[in-house]
């Protein structure tokens, strides 16, 4: 059977990489990423230098704001992070024919052969990645090698404590991961970890060492790839044709609680446009619409609607999504977050005909237009009239 080389490259504390791409002062220091404005929300990504102050992943800012000037508290830029992650997988498919990119700072590459193509072994392959990614685009990468996906992860999350490369080899996979505990695996979900602990299975040994009956009667077909994929079995090849997403959202907290219709309006008319934006660039169209508002108090109401014909516009989209927010605003209400979720997505022309509709999707050309204008001169080089910020 032929061994496959699979290897996971995953950006190290991505977002907080990424503030530190942009402002250099921050290296070194304790620095949080927060949702919401640098101080409120929780904390979403945090550097080795705030996680050794004791800063969990989640933390609310009232838990940790008492370490005061150590910490640089910073509201995320989803849009500039996913502007990095773009470019980090330019960088990283540069090195392989198949990658699969599985997240924001995640990429499955199949290095398989490619030692002679670059005439060097794994290792020095995976350090050049490394390489590559800092010199190129400034974000630290952990690279992990290993004969399927579920392995590669788990040395990726030990490429960050080894330099930032480590190797499972194949004749050496129960040596090295052997006793690590089953919820340190991708894929276990928590029913299955209490499920498997009831049942005395606790470290990947114990696991893998179980007849395919039992752990098919356990965990399913997918518990049953799970096992062979620790054993170095590749049952996942990688994919670097990604599925078409079923939805897009587009959705972020504000800097500060508003009771502002008109201040949701703009925010909303934001959110459109960019989901609207991803939407075009997969030649997609919608069919349906949802708006939500979350409240201070964080308790969330959506409202949906569904389009006569799929379409892709800004200004068809937007038009909805205002009616849909006039219905779901309450005056004096302190509100956290608005957003909007693109849904019935399809992609192409191929669309549902009705006995009396022209069947062709709607495709705006304006808003390509405006598409093509801001990825040459920057984002809201051009704003429509409803949407362009008022000025005295």
């Given at each position: 059977m032929?061994?496959?080389?699979i290897?996971?490259?995953?950006?190290?504390s991505?977002?907080?990489?990424?503030?530190?791409k942009?402002?250099?002062?921050?290296?070194?220091?304790?620095?949080?990423?927060?949702?919401?404005?640098?101080?409120?929300g929780?904390?979403?990504?945090?550097s080795?230098?705030?996680?050794?102050?004791?800063?969990?992943?989640?933390?609310?800012?009232?838990?940790?704001?008492?370490?005061?000037?150590?910490?640089?508290?910073?509201?995320?830029?989803?849009?500039?992070?996913?502007?990095?992650s773009?470019?980090?997988?330019?960088?990283?498919?540069?090195?392989?024919?198949?990658?699969?990119?599985?997240?924001?700072?995640?990429?499955?590459?199949?290095?398989?052969?490619?030692?002679k193509?670059?005439?060097?072994?794994w290792?020095?392959?995976?350090?050049?990645?490394?390489q590559?990614?800092?010199?190129?685009?400034?974000?630290?990468?952990?690279?992990?090698?290993?004969?399927?996906?579920?392995?590669?992860?788990?040395?990726?999350?030990?490429?960050?404590?080894?330099?930032?490369?480590?190797?499972?080899?194949?004749?050496?996979?129960?040596?090295?991961?052997?006793?690590?505990?089953?919820?340190?695996?991708?894929?276990?979900?928590?029913?299955?970890?209490?499920?498997?602990q009831?049942?005395?299975?606790?470290?990947?040994?114990q696991?893998?060492?179980?007849?395919n009956?039992?752990?098919?009667?356990?965990?399913?077909?997918?518990?049953?790839?799970?096992k062979?994929?620790?054993?170095?079995?590749?049952?996942?090849?990688?994919?670097?044709?990604?599925?078409?997403?079923?939805?897009i959202?587009?959705?972020?907290?504000?800097?500060?609680?508003?009771?502002?219709?008109?201040f949701?309006?703009?925010a909303?008319?934001?959110?459109?446009?960019?989901?609207?934006?991803?939407?075009?660039?997969n030649?997609?169209?919608?069919?349906?619409l949802?708006?939500?508002l979350?409240?201070?108090?964080?308790?969330?109401?959506a409202?949906?609607?569904?389009?006569?014909?799929?379409?892709?516009?800004?200004?068809e989209?937007?038009?909805?999504?205002?009616?849909?927010?006039?219905?779901?605003?309450k005056?004096?209400?302190?509100?956290?977050?608005?957003?909007?979720?693109?849904?019935?997505l399809?992609?192409?022309?191929?669309?549902?005909?009705?006995?009396?509709?022209?069947?062709?999707?709607?495709?705006?050309?304006?808003?390509?237009?405006?598409?093509k204008?801001?990825a040459?001169?920057?984002?809201?080089?051009?704003?429509a009239?409803?949407?362009?910020?008022?000025?005295?």
């Amino acid at each position: 059977m032929k061994q496959h080389i699979i290897a996971l490259a995953d950006c190290d504390s991505f977002y907080v990489s990424c503030e530190r791409k942009d402002d250099r002062r921050l290296e070194g220091r304790p620095v949080c990423v927060m949702t919401g404005a640098g101080n409120k929300g929780i904390v979403v990504s945090r550097s080795k230098e705030a996680k050794a102050l004791g800063i969990a992943m989640g933390a609310p800012y009232f838990q940790v704001k008492d370490l005061g000037a150590q910490v640089a508290f910073i509201p995320a830029r989803m849009q500039r992070y996913a502007e990095i992650s773009r470019q980090v997988m330019e960088i990283v498919k540069t090195f392989s024919p198949e990658v699969e990119v599985c997240s924001i700072d995640e990429a499955y590459l199949d290095l398989t052969g490619l030692d002679k193509v670059y005439k060097c072994d794994w290792p020095q392959l995976a350090e050049n990645i490394r390489q590559s990614v800092w010199k190129k685009a400034h974000i630290p990468v952990s690279v992990g090698l290993g004969s399927s996906k579920i392995l590669a992860k788990l040395a990726s999350d030990k490429a960050k404590n080894n330099a930032g490369v480590f190797v499972i080899w194949p004749d050496k996979i129960m040596d090295i991961i052997g006793d690590t505990p089953i919820e340190e695996v991708s894929g276990i979900g928590r029913h299955n970890l209490r499920r498997l602990q009831m049942l005395g299975v606790f470290t990947v040994r114990q696991l893998t060492a179980q007849d395919n009956a039992w752990v098919r009667k356990v965990l399913g077909i997918n518990g049953l790839c799970l096992k062979h994929e620790l054993l170095g079995t590749l049952t996942s090849p990688v994919n670097s044709l990604p599925a078409a997403a079923q939805s897009i959202q587009d959705s972020r907290s504000f800097e500060d609680f508003t009771d502002s219709l008109e201040f949701l309006r703009r925010a909303l008319q934001t959110h459109v446009h960019e989901a609207c934006q991803k939407l075009r660039q997969n030649k997609g169209f919608c069919g349906g619409l949802e708006v939500m508002l979350k409240t201070r108090d964080f308790k969330v109401m959506a409202v949906a609607t569904r389009f006569a014909r799929a379409t892709n516009s800004d200004f068809e989209i937007g038009e909805a999504a205002q009616q849909l927010l006039t219905m779901l605003y309450k005056p004096k209400i302190l509100y956290r977050s608005t957003g909007a979720t693109l849904k019935r997505l399809t992609y192409g022309v191929e669309q549902q005909a009705t006995l009396f509709d022209d069947w062709k999707p709607v495709n705006d050309c304006l808003s390509t237009t405006i598409d093509k204008l801001e990825a040459k001169y920057g984002r809201g080089i051009v704003c429509a009239g409803t949407s362009a910020p008022n000025r005295h």
